[in-house]
Antibody
Framework: EVQLLESGGGLVQPGGSLRLSCAAS????????MTWVRQAPGKGLEWVSA????????YYPDSLKGRFTISRDNSKNTLYLQMNSLRADDTAEYYC?????????????WGQGTMVTVSS | QSALTQPASVSGSPGQSITISCTGT?????????VSWYQQHPGKAPKLLIY???NRPSGVSNRFSGSKSGNTASLTISGLQAEDEADYYC???????????FGSGTKVTVL
């Protein structure tokens, strides 16, 4: 079964850091680009980051560049999101999703999400 | 870039058809045929319903269909069922930042 399982969420103080993980199973992980999407409580979806299958290319919205870093370890079938200088408005459910690769922009498999709360 | 514009809510009776609009700009929906739609039930992860404007992944009911005209994409749900009650989000690939822009979301209520 194709599956994504996020972990690493929790309560963190403003200015703190957190690293999220997303364990993939049931497909050849390195053949797919991956992405992170977040959803603040009661709000809509927001794209956070994407990474190519090889990990050579990464993408961020300008609003998050410099604070968030996406990476992957294809030998461990795991995707990561390093989040630094966290703020209250980073509080959200964070989902990882599989993205097809070349000239393809659908997010076809999603994890169940991991909650990040930034509060003192 | 701002979120794509969707109506906050749409409702219909069982068996009816409803359409959800998603309005963007000439830099996203109007430029690319990379519009997708996602269904999200409360407390659950989003699920891909439609990709590349009008394609359905295997396993998705043919009651869901997508289209696009100019800067506006649309999702139609035919033969509305109780299980269709959920939030629906459109998404488009975009020219610029962010690379992907989501719609504001539409809550579908089955009366």
């Amino acid at each position: 079964e194709v599956q994504l399982l996020e972990s690493g969420g929790g309560l963190v103080q403003p200015g703190g850091s957190l690293r999220l993980s997303c364990a993939a199973s049931g497909f050849t992980f390195g053949l797919y680009a991956m992405t992170w999407v977040r959803q603040a409580p009661g709000k809509g979806l927001e794209w956070v980051s994407a990474i190519s299958g090889s990990g050579d290319y990464t993408y961020y919205p300008d609003s998050l560049k410099g604070r968030f870093t996406i990476s992957r370890d294809n030998s461990k079938n795991t995707l990561y999101l390093q989040m630094n200088s966290l703020r209250a408005d980073d509080t959200a459910e964070y989902y990882c999703a599989r993205k097809c690769t070349t000239s393809c922009h659908r997010f076809d498999i999603w994890g169940q999400g991991t909650m990040v709360t930034v509060s003192s | 870039q701002s979120a794509l514009t969707q109506p906050a809510s749409v409702s219909g009776s069982p068996g009816q058809s409803i359409t959800i609009s998603c309005t963007g700009t000439s830099s996203d929906i109007g430029y690319y045929n990379y519009v997708s739609w996602y269904q999200q039930h409360p407390g659950k992860a989003p699920k891909l319903l439609i990709y590349d404007v009008s394609n359905r992944p295997s396993g998705v009911s043919n009651r869901f269909s997508g289209s696009k005209s100019g800067n506006t994409a649309s999702l139609t749900i035919s033969g509305l069922q109780a299980e269709d009650e959920a939030d629906y989000y459109c998404k488009s690939y975009a020219n610029g930042s962010p690379l992907y822009v989501f719609g504001s979301g539409t809550k579908v209520t089955v009366l």
